[in-house]
C-alpha cells in the first residue's frame, strides 16, 4: 500500500505560472549575503503573492547586489535600493547603514513587482523581477504568459524532473532606518502599504532591467 499519493493541490505553497504585475509581500525567507561570484553585500528577496488566483505563490531569488567599487556604481546601485525602497513605502531622507540592515527592515513589508520568463544559468527558467512599485489597490495583474513550453530543465532522475514520470516530475529590525516594522510598531520611513498608490517608481523596458536573480539559484531546485 502506497503511503502517500502525490496531490497538486495538497502543496504547501501555490506556484505562480504566468507573468505579470503581482503584489507581493517580502517574505521572512528573504536574506543577507555575499555574492558567490563578486563576494559583494547582496540582498536575496523572496516574495509571496497576496491576492487573485495565485494568492500564497511563491516569487523567489531576486537578488540585488551593491557595487560600491566606483563612484558611478556606488549611485546606481543607490538608485537601484532605492527604487525598491520607495516602492516599499520609504520616505524621502530615510537612511540605512548596511544591505543587511535594509533586508532585515524589508521584511514583512508589502509592495507590487514586475515579473517576466527569464532562462538561468543553470538553463531553467524563471520568473525574474523586472520592476517595482507600489502596492495596487486594484490587485495583481497576471498578464497570460506561461512558463515556454519544453524548457523546464533539470533531468527527471530520482522523480523530480519531467512531469510526464511516474514519480516526482526572522529578522530583527534596525533602528532609525526607512521601513515600517512587520509588527506595526511605528518607524522613520514606511507607513502603511496597503495605502500606497500612485505611479510606477521605475520602468521596468527601459531604465532598469531587474537584478541578478540567478547568482545563488541551486542546480538540484525540483523545476
Do not use: C
Amino acid at each position: 500500500m502506497a503511503l502517500f499519493t502525490v496531490d497538486s493541490s495538497n502543496t504547501f505553497g501555490q506556484s505562480v505560472e504566468e507573468a505579470g504585475k503581482y503584489n507581493v509581500v517580502i517574505a521572512s525567507s528573504s536574506q543577507y549575503k555575499q555574492s558567490q561570484s563578486t563576494n559583494k553585500p547582496m540582498a536575496v528577496f523572496d516574495y509571496e503573492v497576496l491576492d487573485g488566483q495565485y494568492k500564497g505563490g511563491m516569487i523567489r531569488f531576486d537578488n540585488e547586489i551593491w557595487d560600491g567599487t566606483t563612484e558611478d556604481k556606488a549611485k546606481l546601485s543607490a538608485k537601484r535600493f532605492s527604487t525598491i525602497a520607495v516602492a516599499l513605502g520609504a520616505q524621502n531622507g530615510s537612511a540605512f547603514d548596511s544591505i543587511e540592515q535594509f533586508v532585515n527592515q524589508a521584511v514583512g513589508n508589502k509592495l507590487a513587482i514586475t515579473v517576466d520568463w527569464e532562462v538561468g544559468n543553470n538553463g531553467k527558467i524563471y520568473l525574474t523581477v523586472k520592476g517595482y512599485e507600489p502596492y495596487m489597490q486594484d490587485g495583481s495583474k497576471p498578464n497570460g504568459v506561461r512558463r515556454p513550453e519544453g524548457q523546464q530543465g533539470g533531468s527527471s532522475t530520482g522523480g523530480f524532473g519531467s512531469q510526464s514520470s511516474s514519480g516526482f516530475g526572522s529578522n530583527q529590525n534596525s533602528s532609525n532606518s526607512g521601513f515600517g516594522a512587520p509588527s506595526g510598531q511605528p518607524s522613520g520611513g514606511f507607513g502603511n502599504q496597503s495605502g500606497n498608490t500612485g505611479t510606477t517608481t521605475n520602468n521596468p523596458r527601459s531604465e532598469y532591467n531587474g537584478g541578478q536573480p540567478f547568482d545563488q539559484v541551486p542546480n538540484g531546485m525540483p523545476f
